[in-house]
């Protein structure tokens, strides 16, 4: 059980967000404290009840934490935390699972548009001042999305949202999902992701909203970029290790797909010497999909719907992982 609220601690801990500024202004009366590097939360963890957390969490810290009872995670991915260990130490686990699905899916967006209408390149050419002019070849002209064919990977919050978005452009969508049953949440098809490989070779653009799993990481590896068609261009705004990161640089070189729009990579920060950096083919953003002005206040509504449950003594927390 948790202590009482008067008598609580709950720890922010994050390098950039601003929880303990937005906290204040709900007034709760209950203590916090606000860190924002490894060293500080390793001096606050022994007196922390609630930790609320993301890049700054190790595993081994939940044997450090004596009075930790609840993780609120501030990503909706949990690929970091080992259930197994929380379990051990009798933590829970929640995570902000559809606190950004509107930015992520806003974002692959943006994404496919600037892509389409080679906004990097029309960026570097105001850089250098330069006009360019009209493009006698069709294939290298800007194109549109309308009548084009999306198929987003993983048809959950994000994907949903996405795909609302691609038919206001009037684009065909498709996707795949673990339980097809469970509704095409606007898709014009929604299957299994065993067919995967059948549905690549249909899609204009290939949307990555899946979360990592032991089954989701490499899925876009060498053999299914080869099922992809040539003119084709793939948005991961899932996670880097979805990709074969190897697979898709030698594929972007070879024109086996056309562009990738890239939110996320295996390793980041991206290192200086990847190759990534400097293909004309690539736009990149620095795993930037989710951020949005609300998102600290998004991630503190399910935090306090979590205490209340705790408190009353309920079983389920929202977005509950441990």
Not at 26 to 49: H, I, K, N
Not at 60 to 76: C, N, Y
Not at 105 to 128: C, F, G, S, V, Y
Request: charged content about 25%.
């Amino acid at each position: 059980m948790l202590p009482a609220k008067d008598r609580l601690k709950i720890c922010f801990a994050h390098a950039a967000y601003r929880l303990a500024e937005r906290f204040a202004l709900r007034a709760t009366g209950m203590a916090y404290v606000e860190v924002r590097s490894s060293q500080e939360l390793l001096q606050q963890l022994p007196a922390t009840d609630v930790l609320v957390v993301s890049m700054l969490w190790k595993n081994e810290l939940a044997g450090l934490a004596r009075r930790l009872k609840f993780i609120q995670s501030i990503s909706s991915g949990v690929d970091v935390y080992d259930k197994d260990v929380l379990r051990a130490h009798g933590i829970r686990l929640a995570s902000a699972a559809g606190v950004n699905a509107q930015a992520v899916a806003e974002h692959a967006m943006a994404l496919m548009l600037a892509l389409h209408r080679r906004l990097p390149e029309a960026r570097d050419n105001q850089h250098k001042k330069h006009w360019r002019g009209m493009i006698s070849e069709i294939a290298a002209r800007e194109d549109e999305l309308g009548g084009k064919t999306l198929l987003i990977v993983g048809m959950g919050r994000i994907g949903g949202k996405l795909a609302k978005l691609a038919k206001a452009f009037d684009m065909r969508v498709i996707a795949t999902k673990r339980n097809p049953d469970t509704g095409a949440a606007g898709a014009d098809a929604v299957l299994g992701h065993d067919r995967l490989p059948e549905l690549l070779a249909q899609a204009d653009v290939v949307a990555l909203t899946c979360p990592l799993t032991p089954d989701t990481e490499h899925l876009i590896d060498a053999r299914a970029l080869a099922a992809m068609r040539p003119t084709a261009h793939l948005i991961n705004v899932a996670r880097g290790r979805v990709v074969d990161e190897a697979a898709l640089i030698e594929a972007l070189r070879a024109g086996r797909i056309a562009a990738a729009g890239l939110d996320v990579t295996r390793e980041e920060p991206l290192a200086p010497s990847s190759p990534l950096w400097a293909m004309s083919n690539v736009l990149l953003t620095p795993h930037t999909a989710g951020e949005t002005q609300r998102y600290e206040d998004a991630v503190i509504d399910i935090l306090l719907e979590n205490l209340d449950r705790l408190w009353r003594g309920e079983t389920a927390l929202q977005n509950q992982v441990v």
